[in-house]
């Protein structure tokens, strides 16, 4: 079955959904951008097809391609909105990193892409990482026994040349911070690992070395999940003078797991009382080496996807997941915001609340 794909937004991230599409045997019907150059480098970039089409307006090439599955990697203010005319016009989708800036808006893309029948996968791809595909099997073979707590370390370095790239990065109404722009994949495993439901968020985020920046360059987390396990988030783009690690910790009555490396592809620790397999075997088989922190992970992320469009199934990353990691970072802001303790879940939301706030 030949898929016809689109891609709209052809910056930094770009070129991994253009492998994964190419590897995935879609049919890349047309690119879309803003910038018409960045479309023109990425078709000479990958040799794509000269009749692959050219659009800087994404609602023209709805309308003449008519495409099946559309990747949406633009800056994330503008998520919401492509997201919502995709889905209207009847067009699988998906969504770069965050799914929306607000709850409202990824509430608004879970309803429309169930009143259409359409799939919507947040691209969450690290979840597909070898490491954390291993983890995630202990963890539903019951191997860690009750869980106590899990961590998400995201200690990484974002410089002024890398935000001047690009003048919607750390804005409140198109990027939020360090939390929601560079930490939001290794939340979303924290969330999904620990159990998905929360019942109480205390957060502290504050601008440290970015003044030419709106939002955070710092946030720091203490999360209680319904099932009594905890967690801890640090995450932070002021590390000097480059990326240092990115890693989440879960540690349970009968098991203790790390998974390291540039986008915790890394197995580090592997400590199970069942002593079921040995763990060096298991770091040695579980370690991927990626060439950036974006790893290997959307290439089985696309697959997945167009598995779940042939067999009308939901995606293995939902909306759904997409929204709890949102909800997650948003609840972070609203508590350091305002200096309280912060119940979930939570009903409205958006990074536009704390406009202002380091000013």
């Not at 910056?11 to 879309?32: F, K, M, Y």
């Not at 997201?83 to 879970?110: F, H, R, T, V, W």
């Not at 910790?249 to 009382?273: D, H, L, M, P, Q």
């Amino acid at each position: 079955m030949s898929i016809k794909y689109a891609l709209i937004g052809c910056g930094r991230i770009s070129p991994n959904h253009i492998v994964a599409a190419a590897e995935n045997n879609l049919e890349i019907t047309a690119l879309c951008d803003i910038i018409p150059e960045n479309m023109k480098e990425k078709i000479c970039k990958f040799n794509l097809n000269k009749t692959t089409g050219r659009y800087t307006d994404y609602r023209e090439m709805l309308q003449k391609e008519k495409p099946q599955l559309v990747a949406i990697a633009t800056e994330s203010g503008r998520h919401a909105q492509i997201a919502l005319d995709c889905i209207e016009a009847g067009c699988n989708i998906i969504i770069e990193k965050p799914i929306a800036l607000s709850l409202e808006d990824a509430d608004s893309i879970i309803k429309k892409a169930e009143e259409k029948g359409v799939k919507v996968c947040a691209c969450h791809q690290n979840r597909f990482n070898k490491s954390v595909q291993k983890i995630r099997e202990a963890l539903e073979a019951d191997r860690f026994g009750r869980l106590f707590y899990g961590t998400a370390h995201i200690r990484w370095n974002r410089g002024e040349d890398y935000y001047r790239q690009a003048p919607w990065r750390g804005t409140w109404e198109q990027d939020g911070g360090a939390l929601m722009n560079q930490c939001i994949h290794n939340i979303d495993l924290l969330r999904w690992m620990m159990g998905n439901d929360i019942t109480e968020v205390v957060g502290m985020t504050d601008r440290l070395n970015h003044s030419f920046i709106k939002a955070e360059d710092l946030g720091i987390a203490l999360i209680r999940f319904a099932n009594g396990s905890y967690g801890i988030i640090e995450g932070t783009t002021n590390i000097y003078p480059a990326n240092l690690e990115e890693t989440l910790y879960i540690f349970g009555e009968r098991g203790t797991v790390k998974a390291g490396g540039k986008s915790v592809n890394v197995i580090e620790e592997w400590r199970f009382a069942d002593a079921k397999d040995n763990p060096d075997e298991v770091k040695a088989r579980f370690h991927e080496n990626p060439p950036n922190v974006y790893g290997f992970g959307h290439n089985p992320l696309y697959g997945d996807v167009i598995d779940a469009i042939i067999n009308d199934r939901q995606p293995y990353v939902t909306a759904y997941d997409g929204r709890r990691a949102l909800e997650l970072v948003l609840a972070v802001y609203k508590s350091a915001n305002e200096g309280i303790s912060v119940k979930l879940p939570i009903k409205k939301c958006s990074t536009m609340d704390f406009k202002g706030r380091f000013d």
